[in-house]
């Protein structure tokens, strides 16, 4: 069985297009907080994709099953799983724990069945997952502070362990409160990844194929450091920032001026830093990844 690590050089040209999704685990059928924007590997700006409606998680899905360019490098800014290495399970206590994240993927699915619109609401609900997630200020799980109760932020993964040591401050996928939770985002995120077994395989869950189309999870903070935006400041609001930090990325800049919502700047920031970075195998085979750390919490792209 593969280990889901590649240890293999990155040939120049291997992925012909760098699509960067800035996901939302939102409830409702449309999501103002989902962007898509894609660069292509033979230069120039990268280009918001725009359905001019607002993006369901279902037209996603449907783009990244059926119509993806060939060779395309997906960045999906979500969680691709949870802790497990810090205590040996993903809700250690329970006795319906997932062995690894496919499982853990096909498990939020199936909790979630009835949910719409690939949400989550259902997972958060149940009476044992819930009890490893904050809700709110007054409703924390009783088991939100494994396995160390004097940890006032919950639970975090390898990858995020490695992302604080870079600078950038990732919340653990166990906390659902505030404007930087990402709880939400990895559950329904989840439920997408586990629908797409067999159409796109997700790195580092999954090997690394020598060729085809993959997807990684990304931390839009990452690549924000990435094109030199300041420490603390990594929301890009205007197109004149924008353009300042493709500049630093060699990107073309893209037309306009003015205001432009973080949403569509992570994304086009994201896909253009994707484009710079993808043929480095050092983000390919950074130091914490091992085989078990690839099979159930997955890895970080860029994270080193």
Not at 65 to 73: N, S, W
Not at 187 to 206: A, E, F, S
Not at 210 to 223: F, N, P
Request: charged fraction near 20%; glycine fraction near 10%.
């Amino acid at each position: 069985m593969s280990d889901g690590l590649s240890n293999a050089v990155i040939a120049p040209g291997r992925f012909k297009h760098f699509l960067a999704i800035d996901w939302s685990g939102a409830v409702g059928k449309r999501q103002p907080g989902i962007a898509l924007a894609i660069a292509h590997g033979d230069g120039g700006p990268p280009v918001l994709v725009d359905p001019g409606r607002g993006w369901s998680r279902s037209e996603v899905l449907a783009i990244l099953r059926d119509a993806l360019p060939p060779d395309t490098l997906v960045g999906m800014d979500l969680g691709i799983a949870l802790p497990f290495a810090d205590a040996g399970a993903f809700f250690p206590g329970w006795e319906h724990s997932p062995a690894d994240a496919r499982a853990l993927w096909a498990l939020v699915d199936a909790i979630c069945a009835e949910d719409e619109n690939l949400a989550a609401s259902a997972f958060v609900r149940h009476p044992e997952a819930a009890r490893y997630f904050r809700h709110s200020k007054e409703h924390v799980g009783d088991r939100f502070h494994l396995p160390d109760a004097a940890t006032r932020e919950g639970r975090f993964r390898r990858a995020e362990h490695a992302q604080r040591a870079q600078g950038v401050r990732p919340v653990s996928n166990f906390n659902l409160v505030g404007a930087a939770q990402v709880g939400k985002s990895t559950l329904t995120g989840m439920r997408l990844l586990h629908h797409l077994r067999g159409h796109v395989p997700v790195w580092p869950v999954d090997p690394l194929p020598a060729t085809g189309s993959v997807i990684v999870e990304m931390y839009t903070s990452i690549a924000a450091q990435g094109a030199g935006v300041r420490k603390g400041a990594s929301k890009i609001r205007t197109v004149e920032a924008l353009n300042e930090a493709l500049a630093r990325l060699d990107c073309a800049p893209v037309r306009g001026s003015g205001a432009i919502d973080d949403h569509s700047s992570d994304a086009l920031v994201t896909a253009a830093w994707l484009r710079t970075v993808a043929h480095d195998p050092g983000y390919w085979n950074p130091a914490g990844l091992t085989p078990k750390i690839a099979r159930t919490e997955g890895w970080t792209f860029g994270a080193r």
